[in-house]
């Protein structure tokens, strides 16, 4: 599967931004989804992911409460909404794609940049 994201961009503290992962093929909803992000100078982390029915979530605790992941299969997109934002949410978001059992995410996207200004 090819992931590629979209929606990034430069966004004011508590402000919102909604990033689109759109897949190739039609076995999207064969695979768990998930975002995770790369802030400058740091690894990469979990942010959260959805089930391949979209009736799972797991979410970081930076981001509960105010990120909503969510997952149309008929599109073949996941979305991941973002308010409240906060500087620290500044980091390149990636999406990725697992298929059922497997632990490690095997597909990933080429990553959008968000920036929040404080």
């Known amino acids: 599967v090819q992931l590629q994201a979209s929606g990034g961009g430069l966004v004011q503290a508590g402000g919102s931004l909604r990033l689109s992962c759109s897949a190739s093929g039609r076995t999207f909803s064969s695979y768990d989804m998930g975002w995770f992000r790369q802030a400058p100078g740091k690894e990469r982390e979990f942010a959260t992911s959805?089930?391949?029915?979209?009736?799972?979530?797991v979410y970081a605790d930076s981001v509960k409460g105010r990120f909503t992941i969510s997952r149309d299969n008929a599109k073949n997109t996941v979305y991941l909404q973002m308010n409240s934002l906060k500087p620290e949410d500044t980091a390149v978001y990636y999406c990725?794609?697992?298929?059922?059992?497997?632990?490690?995410?095997?597909?990933w996207g080429q990553g959008t940049l968000v920036t929040v200004s404080s």
């Open positions: 959805i089930s391949r029915s979209g009736g799972s979530t």
């Open positions: 990725a794609a697992r298929r059922v059992f497997r632990t490690e995410y095997e597909y």
